[in-house]
C-alpha cells in the first residue's frame, strides 16, 4: 500500500509539474501577442523563441550533469522535430480552419529559411552518423568535430538572424491595438520565459521517478513528453495566433522557435557540455538521423509555398505520431 500510494504521488507530482508549465505558457502566450502588434512578426518570432526555449536549455544542461546522456540528445532533438511536426501541424490546422478558402498563407521566405538551417544542421549529423557506422578514421574524432561543426553553424545563424531582423520584405499584419504597455508586455513575457525554466527543473524531477513507475523508456520521454512539455509555450500562443488570423505571427513563433533549437540552442549545447559531467556531440542513432533529414524535407515540402490547408497540418501531426511510436519501443 505504502509503495502504491508512493507511485502516486509521483504521479500527481509530475501531473502538477506539467500543469504548471502550462500556465506559464499561457502568460507567454499573452504577452508574446501584445508585443507582436507593436513589433511584427520578425522580432516577436525571435524574442518569443529564445525565450521560450529556455526550458530546453536548462533540461539538457540538468540532464548532461546527470549523466543521462539519451534523454538530452532525446529532449533537443526532440523539442525539434515537437516544433516541425506536432505544434507546426496544430497550428497550420487553426490557421487554415479560420480562412474563409480553408488555405492559411504566409510569407514563405521563413519557412525555407529554417529548412536551409535545419539542414545545415542535419548536415553534420549525418556526416558524424556514416563515419561511426563505417568505423574510418574520422569516427575517432567526433567530439572534435562536433565542437568544430557548432562553433561554424553558430556563425550562420548569426548571419542569418542579422539578415531577418533587418529584412524589409517580411510582411506586417494588421492587428487590434495592443492592451497591455509595452513595458508591460515585456516584463511579462520576461517573466513567462524564465519561470517555465524553473518550472521544467520542476518537471525534470517529476519526470525522472515517473518513468520508472510507468516502465516508459529513456527515448520516449526525452523525444515525445519532455519535448511536448518543454514546447508548450508554442504549442498555446502558436494555436492561439492562428486561430486569431494571424498567421505571420504564428508562423513566426513556431519557425523560429524551430531554427534556433536546431542552429542555435544544439550547437551552442555542445559547447557548454564540455562543463558538465557529460558531453554531448551531434551524434545521434540511425533512426534519429532519418527521421531528422525526413522532417526537414516534409516541411520544406508543406510550407516552402507560403500556404497550407488542414490536410497539410494533419500529415505533420500524423508524421509526429509514427515517430513517437517508434521511440516508445527504443
Request: aromatic fraction near 6%; hydrophobic fraction near 55%; avoid cysteine.
Amino acid at each position: 500500500m505504502t509503495r502504491y500510494a508512493s507511485g502516486v504521488s509521483r504521479i500527481v507530482a509530475f501531473v502538477i509539474a506539467t500543469l504548471a508549465l502550462a500556465g506559464v505558457a499561457w502568460v507567454v502566450s499573452v504577452s508574446v501577442e501584445q508585443v507582436g502588434r507593436r513589433a511584427g512578426p520578425a522580432v516577436t518570432g525571435v524574442m518569443q523563441a529564445s525565450l521560450a526555449n529556455l526550458p530546453e536549455f536548462f533540461v539538457v544542461i540538468f540532464a548532461l550533469q546527470a549523466g543521462h546522456r539519451v534523454i538530452a540528445e532525446t529532449a533537443i532533438l526532440g523539442s525539434i522535430l515537437v516544433n516541425a511536426l506536432l505544434v507546426l501541424g496544430m497550428v497550420i490546422i487553426a490557421g487554415a480552419a479560420r480562412a474563409s478558402d480553408g488555405i492559411m498563407r504566409f510569407n514563405p521566405r521563413l519557412p525555407n529559411d529554417t529548412a536551409t538551417l535545419l539542414l545545415v544542421s542535419s548536415f553534420i549529423i549525418v556526416l558524424i552518423g556514416l563515419t561511426r557506422s563505417s568505423g574510418d578514421l574520422a569516427s575517432r574524432h567526433s567530439e572534435t568535430i562536433s565542437i568544430i561543426g557548432a562553433g561554424v553553424i553558430l556563425a550562420v545563424y548569426g548571419t542569418w538572424l542579422r539578415q531577418y531582423l533587418t529584412s524589409k520584405s517580411i510582411v506586417q499584419e494588421a492587428s487590434e491595438p495592443p492592451r497591455l504597455s509595452l513595458t508591460t508586455s515585456v516584463v511579462l513575457l520576461t517573466v513567462g520565459g524564465v519561470a517555465s525554466a524553473f518550472v521544467s527543473d520542476w518537471f525534470v524531477n517529476a519526470l525522472e521517478p515517473t518513468i520508472d513507475q510507468l516502465g516508459i523508456s529513456q527515448a520516449f520521454a526525452g523525444l515525445v513528453i519532455v519535448s511536448i512539455a518543454g514546447n508548450a509555450v508554442e504549442h498555446t500562443a502558436g494555436i492561439v495566433l492562428a486561430a486569431k488570423g494571424q498567421a505571420e505571427l504564428a508562423i513566426s513563433v513556431v519557425k523560429n522557435s524551430m531554427s534556433q533549437i536546431a542552429a542555435f540552442l544544439y550547437p551552442l549545447l555542445v559547447l557548454v557540455s564540455l562543463l558538465t559531467a557529460t558531453r554531448l556531440t551531434f551524434t545521434l542513432a540511425p533512426v534519429y538521423i532519418g527521421a531528422l533529414i525526413g522532417t526537414a524535407v516534409i516541411v520544406w515540402q508543406i510550407t516552402g509555398d507560403g500556404e497550407a490547408t488542414v490536410f497539410e497540418g494533419t500529415a505533420l501531426m500524423a508524421t509526429f505520431v509514427i515517430l513517437a511510436t517508434v521511440a516508445a519501443f527504443e
